[in-house]
């Protein structure tokens, strides 16, 4: 017997007539709601049976849109579902570009899953070949994060919207990190000439992400938010927008570059956003995905952003935690003391950028690091930063903070 064949025995998983139905239940103003019948089997990975996506002041009407276009953010929430369980997903209708990217984005995720079986069906009563004027138009996922705010300046010719959906990093409930991270949007676009899309949504409140993650990571060996749900759930929130403003590209940044993944001997790390799977989502004839910045380290991007901020006398606030809801970063967790010590490692100061830091901050990055160093990924990223920092070790050699760090061995155990 294969590993895959026990552990699809071992969860008892089998051939079943299980489906998910998705229904557009109605667009009211420029919010969509849809609703979902769901077969018993499949129960217990949702958390509710209807979900909504609204599109903040924009200035048309979102009924311009078809029903084929509109289905496809409910639907990619779901896929992942429906391929694991080998289960149907039943809809009225479907843009026939973005149907005939979907057998291809199954096969890309195979590739990078090969413990998983990706099998499932997608029942449709009309696929219709839509169509969008053949723009120039660009719009940019954006949360303040180092990989979105480099995608952002190294495209800043290309005259962003940047979009930014609420219920995914800042969840729906958090009124007053929602509030404060808007506001930094808001500076950032200012400061930046940009326009802003907000999107309001649900997604992440429809999907028991942690039974999933419970059956699924040991074939996975990641979660499942992570591992298969958060690329094409975030990126197909823009493709309504995307059509009734005919902006035929749409960017997400990268999470991981092609060098650090050859360290790993892997062509790319594999993840629910990765460039084999992105870049294959098309819709409408002409719209595409493109994930961007794959060529650079995070290292790489941190000094994109700081020259880039030098050099144009521009502000930047950097939201990196996953620790805290309130919109700030904690300076104490991995991916804040992470970034803090990547922008200090280009000779910037990270309280310019969003951060609070003193010396207890390298007193919490010395007693951690071991942690937030062991596991192979994380551990490259902080290889790219102790390299940076050895480019000029005589600069930082008597700097108590940062010379025990020059010196550590990070080799992966």
Do not use: H
């Given at each position: 017997?294969?590993?895959?064949?026990?552990?699809?025995?071992?969860?008892?998983?089998?051939?079943?007539?299980?489906?998910?139905?998705?229904?557009?239940?109605?667009?009211?103003?420029?919010?969509?709601?849809?609703?979902?019948?769901?077969?018993?089997?499949?129960?217990?990975?949702?958390?509710?049976?209807?979900?909504?996506?609204?599109?903040?002041?924009?200035?048309?009407?979102?009924?311009?849109?078809?029903?084929?276009?509109?289905?496809?953010?409910?639907?990619?929430?779901?896929?992942?579902?429906?391929?694991?369980?080998?289960?149907?997903?039943?809809?009225?209708e479907i843009d026939k570009t973005f149907y005939n990217s979907i057998g291809v984005i199954k096969n890309k995720y195979s590739l990078l899953y090969p413990k998983c079986d990706f099998k499932g069906e997608l029942i449709v009563k009309n696929i219709v070949d839509y169509e969008m004027d053949n723009t120039e138009n660009y719009l940019s996922f954006f949360s303040l994060g180092v990989d979105s705010t480099s995608t952002v300046i190294s495209n800043i010719d290309k005259n962003l919207t940047l979009v930014t959906i609420r219920?995914?990093?800042?969840?729906?409930?958090?009124?007053?990190?929602?509030?404060?991270?808007?506001?930094?949007?808001?500076?950032?676009?200012?400061?930046?000439?940009?326009?802003?899309?907000?999107i309001k949504s649900d997604f992440r409140k429809l999907i028991n992400t942690g039974i999933l993650s419970k059956k699924f990571s040991e074939i996975l060996e990641d979660n499942w938010w992570h591992g298969l749900q958060h690329g094409m759930s975030i990126i197909s929130h823009a493709i309504p927008y995307a059509y009734l403003y005919d902006i035929n590209n749409i960017l997400i940044a990268s999470t991981y570059s092609k060098s650090e993944s050859k360290l790993l001997g892997m062509d790319e790390i594999p993840c629910?956003?990765?460039?084999?799977?992105?870049?294959?989502?098309?819709?409408?004839?002409?719209g595409i995905v493109f994930h961007d910045g794959v060529e650079n380290s995070r290292q790489d991007k941190i000094g994109i952003i700081t020259n880039y901020c030098d050099n144009n006398n521009k502000k930047d606030f950097l939201h990196v935690c996953w620790e805290k809801t309130d919109g700030k970063n904690c300076n104490l967790c991995e991916k804040c003391s992470r970034t803090i010590m990547g922008i200090l490692s280009e000779k910037k100061d990270p309280n310019l950028y969003g951060f609070n830091v003193n010396d207890k901050t390298?007193?919490?990055?010395?007693?951690?690091?071991?942690?937030?160093?062991?596991?192979?990924?994380?551990?490259?990223?902080?290889?790219?930063?102790?390299?940076?920092?050895?480019?000029?070790?005589?600069?930082?050699?008597?700097?108590?903070?940062?010379?025990w760090f020059l010196y550590m061995d990070l080799s992966f155990k």
């Open positions: 017997m294969s590993f895959k064949e026990a552990i699809f025995k071992r969860f008892n998983y089998k051939k079943r007539n299980s489906f998910i139905k998705i229904n557009i239940e109605k667009i009211s103003n420029n919010t969509v709601y849809s609703n979902m019948d769901i077969s018993n089997e499949l129960d217990e990975f949702f958390i509710k049976k209807s979900s909504y996506i609204e599109y903040i002041n924009i200035g048309r009407k979102l009924n311009q849109v078809p029903e084929g276009i509109l289905i496809i953010p409910f639907l990619c929430n779901v896929l992942p579902i429906s391929w694991m369980f080998d289960s149907k997903i039943i809809i009225n219920g995914s990093d800042i969840p729906l409930e958090e009124k007053n990190g929602w509030k404060y991270i808007s506001e930094k949007i808001a500076d950032f676009s200012n400061e930046f000439d940009l326009d802003t899309l907000f629910a956003s990765c460039p084999s799977v992105d870049n294959e989502i098309k819709f409408a004839k002409n390298f007193e919490n990055i010395k007693k951690n690091i071991n942690l937030f160093s062991k596991n192979k990924v994380t551990n490259v990223l902080w290889i790219g930063i102790q390299e940076k920092f050895l480019e000029d070790i005589e600069y930082w050699n008597d700097d108590k903070n940062i010379n």
